[in-house]
């Protein structure tokens, strides 16, 4: 029989930071021009026509031609009488107020989010309204332990929804079921994929990552913690039926692929070219790994140090982040070092942008925090102080600080919204003028 390594996972539980927002922030008249904006009141109460259809997901049963697994990996027979199915989750009654802790908006009235109650993230939520009321379109997961959702939602009705551990097993990686959801009528019903045994799905300090670039092709990354020696293994598994199946590109215990160093993010600009960001590694300089053939294989590349501190990746710690593939050519990434000189580190980011798939990287300084782009040249630089630039990063203007960290997504110029987050507690707000001023919104279930 052949020997697996054994991973010694490292992570210490993640401890779920709640937020609050002092909701217009602090500091800092904006500089992007602004309109006046009303107040957000309470949400209304009323559902929409669609509500009735939405609130009842069901799942579809698998093909009468699915393919039986290998013998070697059926499960033995049980000894004793056949266990109960476990109940699926419990969708949270109409008029109950939910809890957002991400938000995914596709147009000015229509997204979706992840929540549920009390900083859960076991519900799938759909909103018609701009995000004062939710239908809950959960799929039927069955309803075992503590656990998270992650997805990636393509448009107003096509959207996947895997499940995973709230935290890493104490003892390491076990063998344990994993399935994908898929919808293609915004949740009214979901279809389960075929499962697969996994030992390690991801937690709430490493979330899987997600990328579709149509409703058929689609890759997932199923993430372990630290292991030790730099060593943060991965499962990446591919589909090509919209979810149906899964194939397993690259696994821990059999690839060379991908298991080095902490991934950061993920990105797919058509169905073969893909990038992955790579932080906690030590090297020079910063690096990431680029495919050509639809996650098959993958080579490892440094980006060039700045065109305006050439040495400066020889003298810091480096790291890339918020991959975005704009089309198979053109991408763009953060890279943030961090120079350490006594008891004072300096942090410096970089915008890096290439227009021929990686053959020659333009770096330009930036404000730093996560990036989020409309377009390759209309985005945002989004940490505690907020920045916004309509060429590609040429050039960065403030337009707010504000006192909480964020989860966000824009659908356009000035309209967006944010999962904000205090040491103490979360809450969900929108913005019309494009970050300058926020508004608290007080979700709740529609009847």
């Not at 045994?197 to 372990?224: C, T």
């Amino acid at each position: 029989m052949k020997m697996r390594p054994v991973f010694l996972s490292l992570a210490i539980p993640f401890v779920l930071v709640l937020a609050g927002c002092n909701m217009p922030g602090v500091g800092g008249t904006p500089t992007k021009t602004t309109a006046a904006v009303p107040a957000i009141g309470q949400p209304t109460a009323s559902g929409s026509e669609s509500s009735a259809t939405l609130s009842a997901p069901t799942a579809s049963a698998a093909p009468a031609s699915e393919t039986p697994a290998p013998a070697t990996e059926t499960p033995a027979e049980p000894v004793g009488p056949t266990s109960t199915p476990a109940p699926a989750i419990v969708q949270i009654p109409a008029g109950n107020p939910v809890t957002i802790s991400e938000i995914h908006m596709i147009d000015a009235l229509q997204g979706w989010a992840l929540g549920g109650r009390e900083g859960a993230q076991d519900h799938v939520l759909v909103t018609e309204d701009g995000g004062l009321t939710w239908i809950d379109v959960t799929p039927p997961e069955p309803d075992v332990g503590a656990k998270a959702a992650s997805g990636f939602f393509r448009d107003t009705q096509t959207a996947w929804v895997l499940y995973y551990p709230e935290e890493e097993p104490y003892l390491g990686p076990r063998p344990m079921p994993f399935a994908v959801w898929s919808t293609a009528d915004r949740g009214a019903t979901w279809e389960r994929s075929d499962p697969l045994d996994l030992e390690f799905i991801g937690s709430r300090r490493d979330p899987p990552y997600l990328a579709f670039v149509d409703g058929q092709q689609g890759w997932i990354m199923a993430r372990l913690g630290p292991a030790g020696m730099h060593r943060y293994p991965v499962y990446l598994l591919h589909t090509a039926d919209g979810g149906a199946t899964l194939e397993v590109m690259h696994d821990p215990y059999e690839s060379a692929y991908l298991q080095s160093c902490a991934k950061s993010g993920m990105a797919f600009g058509d169905a073969r070219v893909g990038l992955v960001t790579i932080e906690n590694c030590p090297v020079d300089g910063a690096r990431i790994h680029w495919t050509q053939d639809g996650g098959l294989s993958w080579s490892t590349e440094g980006v060039p140090p700045p065109s305006s501190t050439p040495d400066l990746f020889q003298d810091s710690f480096c790291a890339s982040f918020s991959p975005w593939l704009f089309s198979p050519d053109q991408a763009a990434l953060g890279v943030r070092c961090t120079l350490y000189d006594g008891d004072n580190p300096q942090t410096l980011s970089f915008l890096y942008r290439t227009q021929n798939g990686g053959a020659t990287w333009e770096s330009l300084p930036y404000p730093g925090g996560g990036l989020y782009f409309l377009d390759p040249q209309r985005g945002w630089a989004l940490g505690r102080e907020i920045y916004w630039t309509a060429d590609g990063g040429q050039s960065w203007v403030k337009v707010k600080q504000v006192a909480w960290d964020g989860q966000f997504s824009f659908v356009d110029d000035d309209l967006g919204w944010a999962v904000a987050r205090t040491e103490a507690e979360v809450a969900l707000v929108r913005t019309q003028d494009g970050g300058a001023t926020w508004q608290i919104i007080e979700p709740q279930v529609a009847p």
